[in-house]
């Protein structure tokens, strides 16, 4: 199957599946971090797999197919939501009347895309199962073995693997996948199993139980 039948199956594809809101100004910020175009995007080679038209069309429109919006966001290493203006108009609940220019700078420099990498779209229960079963894989062990472990020896397993990889990442990476120098969160995850509770329930997603007010502002002031 060449390229413009690619093109065409996903073209009867999207007319069966919802369209999605498509943020031109975020999708601009994303390309200017990338230092790339919607012409490099659609190019038949090494591009997304989609024409620069289609892309240009869902600039345009403000809507775009899932699977489109998602290669975007995969080659950008953006959040697909942050190409669909979720977080900003997340953000905007926040506040109550009109943005002064001060609270317009400060949410312009938390809404630059390098502060949603792409890997924010996914799981992380799911990536972390995926990365030991990757490590498991190649080491030709099952994932039914791990799973078939002892409740504190699975813990300690995990613990191992994060104590003996995050200093080889230190070595090689001065900074993460939000330009953060220093790696801040290189051992959230080695913590995150050290405190585990079963019992204890998960945290509130930040966007959904915002306080009164504006937590915004204040969260931020004087910086």
């Known amino acids: 199957m060449d390229y413009n039948d690619r093109i065409g199956e996903r073209s009867m594809a999207n007319k069966k599946n919802p369209k999605k809101t498509f943020s031109s100004s975020c999708f601009d910020a994303a390309m200017k971090l990338r230092r790339t175009s919607i012409r490099k995007l659609g190019a038949i080679e090494g591009g997304v797999g989609w024409s620069d038209k289609t892309i240009r069309r869902a600039r345009k429109s403000g809507e775009i197919s899932a699977e489109l919006l998602d290669a975007l966001a995969k080659r950008l290493d953006v959040a697909p939501d942050y190409l669909t203006g979720k977080y900003a108009r997340d953000f905007s609940k926040f506040f109550s009347e009109p943005l002064d220019a001060k609270s317009t700078a400060i ?29 498991l894989m190649i080491h030709d062990i099952s994932f039914r073995q791990y ?35 220093g790696l801040p969160d290189l051992y959230r995850i080695e913590a995150e199993i050290e405190n585990y509770d079963p019992d204890e329930p998960e945290p509130d997603d930040f966007f959904k139980k915002a306080p009164a007010g504006n937590r915004f502002e204040t969260e931020y002031q004087g910086k």
């Not at 397993?157 to 230190?170: G, K, N």
């Open 147 to 181: 799973l078939e472990l002892s409740p504190d020896s699975k813990r300690q397993f995990e613990l191992d693997i994060e104590r003996a990889v995050c200093p080889v990442i230190r070595k090689y990476f001065t900074h993460d996948s939000r330009g953060r120098e």
């Open 107 to 135: 949410l312009d420099r938390m809404l630059t895309p390098e502060r949603f990498p792409y890997l924010m779209s996914q799981d992380r229960d799911d990536l972390f199962d995926r990365y030991i079963d990757g490590i």
